[in-house]
């Protein structure tokens, strides 16, 4: 092997395969649209504690998909020995929201077309997905399910108590009752008829009311 030889190696004919150009774009791209996926993830999260480092992920996912995928696209013998070798990468970080599904495909699936060079689908289709999340995600409505959790002192004050839940909400079921000497607890679910929960500041005052504690089940955390 000459000289010459050694430039002349398929190796080094893959580095003009793609040109500087197209690389800068497409990661550029990939950039701007994984910073639209961080933040719309960060303005829709409703989870327990927010991560910063999982919203740097889907930026760093999106870019990290679109350098495959360019690579794979310019050599046929290297797509399928990629396949090979990623098949052996095994993830084990547990996905705590299933929303999160959402966001990690959302990546990868437009890291995949910014590379396949479907610029408009890439950048249309990730605001259309981004407006839909944004307004179904933050939707707040009141027909969401509440567990109110209400401590009297005795039966009749707890009659007192139903009644009154009866006329301040749209559906109300008793799911547990629990009597001792001088406390009856009552876990009621509760369908309010609007978003307001003054009722329960009312009902925590009546007489014969030790405590009353409205919370929400429906998989939203409250705080």
Same mark, same amino acid.
């Given at each position: 092997?000459?000289?010459?030889?050694? /430039?002349?190696?398929?190796?080094?004919?893959?580095?003009?395969?793609?040109?500087?150009?197209?690389?800068?774009?497409?990661?550029?791209?990939?950039?701007?649209?994984?910073?639209?996926?961080? %933040?719309?993830?960060?303005?829709?999260?409703?989870?327990?504690?927010?991560?910063?480092?999982?919203?740097?992920?889907?930026?760093?996912?999106?870019?990290?998909?679109? %350098?495959?995928?360019?690579?794979?696209?310019?050599?046929?013998?290297?797509?399928?020995?990629?396949?090979?070798?990623?098949?052996?990468?095994?993830?084990?970080?547990?996905?705590?929201?299933?929303?999160?599904?959402? /966001?990690?495909?959302?990546?990868?699936?437009?890291?995949?077309?910014?590379?396949?060079?479907?610029?408009?689908?890439?950048?249309?289709?990730?605001?259309?997905?981004?407006?839909?999340?944004?307004? /179904?995600?933050?939707?707040?409505?009141?027909?969401?399910?509440?567990?109110?959790?209400?401590?009297?002192?005795?039966?009749?004050?707890?009659?007192?108590?139903?009644?009154?839940?009866?006329?301040?909400?749209?559906?109300?079921?008793?799911k547990s009752k629990t009597v001792q000497k001088g406390v009856v607890e009552l876990n009621v679910e509760i369908?309010?008829?609007?978003?307001?929960?003054?009722?329960?500041?009312?009902?925590?005052?009546?007489?014969?009311?030790?405590?009353?504690?409205?919370?929400?089940?429906?998989?939203?955390?409250?705080?």
């Open positions: 092997m000459t000289f010459n030889d050694i /430039f002349k190696s398929s190796f080094l004919n893959n580095v003009t395969s793609i040109s500087l150009f197209d690389m800068t774009l497409a990661l550029l791209l990939a950039f701007g649209v994984g910073m639209f996926i961080f %933040l719309v993830y960060k303005k829709t999260f409703a989870g327990v504690m927010y991560s910063s480092g999982f919203g740097v992920t889907l930026i760093a996912l999106t870019m990290i998909t679109t %350098l495959v995928i360019l690579a794979v696209t310019s050599n046929i013998v290297l797509s399928l020995g990629m396949v090979g070798a990623l098949s052996i990468v095994r993830f084990r970080t547990a996905i705590k929201e299933p929303l999160d599904i959402a /966001f990690l495909f959302w990546s990868i699936a437009a890291g995949i077309v910014l590379a396949a060079g479907l610029i408009p689908l890439a950048v249309i289709g990730s605001l259309l997905i981004g407006i839909i999340l944004l307004i /179904f995600v933050n939707r707040k409505t009141h027909v969401n399910p509440y567990i109110a959790v209400i401590s009297c002192t005795d039966h009749a004050s707890e009659l007192r108590v139903r009644e009154y839940l009866e006329q301040q909400v749209r559906r109300l079921v008793v369908r309010l008829k609007d978003d307001s929960t003054d009722f329960i500041n009312i009902l925590a005052d009546m007489e014969g009311v030790n405590s009353a504690v409205l919370v929400s089940y429906n998989g939203d955390y409250m705080g």
